[in-house]
């Protein structure tokens, strides 16, 4: 299979591999080449594949996987290769930075919900 890491700043990865196991909502997966075409949102985590024997780890973030033939693309915010326990914990960052944006979403919304009851009770005094 033709692997493809894409990150914002550009192509990260574009290798030969004869497996991957990576991570998505409901747990861990593996693609071999004859598997079915298909695409799932990732989770952050390690990323394994393998080339003729060898494995090669890495941290991604979140992200999307599509296999289609013999490609395999992957998408995401950031990715980082390396031995396996510097890559748990770059994966808890990944994770610490995700909660941190999602606390700032959750904060706009509720900013935006209190703005716009306010401006309901205005019109109903009118």
């Known amino acids: 299979m033709k692997l493809k890491i894409m990150l914002p700043s550009g192509v990260f990865l574009d290798c030969e591999a004869d497996k991957i196991v990576a ?3 409901r ?3 593996c ?3 004859n598997h079915i075409d298909m695409a799932t949102a990732l989770s952050a985590g390690i990323l394994t594949y393998y080339h003729q024997g060898k ?3 890495m941290a991604v973030d979140t ?3 599509v ?3 013999e490609i395999v693309r992957i998408s995401s915010r950031a990715a980082v290769q390396g031995e396996i326990g510097k890559l748990e914990l770059e994966v808890n960052r990944m994770l610490d930075d995700a909660s941190e944006g999602e606390k ?3 904060t706009t919304v509720a900013k935006l919900e209190a703005g716009f009851v306010r ?3 205005e019109v109903e005094t009118l």
Do not use: D, Q, V
Request: glycine share 16%; proline share 4%.
């Open 67 to 69: 296999k289609k033939g």
């Open 104 to 106: 700032a979403a959750r």
């Open 31 to 33: 693609l071999l080449p």
């Open 119 to 121: 401006s309901l009770i």
């Open 23 to 25: 991570e998505c909502k």
């Open 63 to 65: 992200g999307i996987l």
């Open 55 to 57: 494995a090669t780890n």
């Open 27 to 29: 747990g861990g997966f």
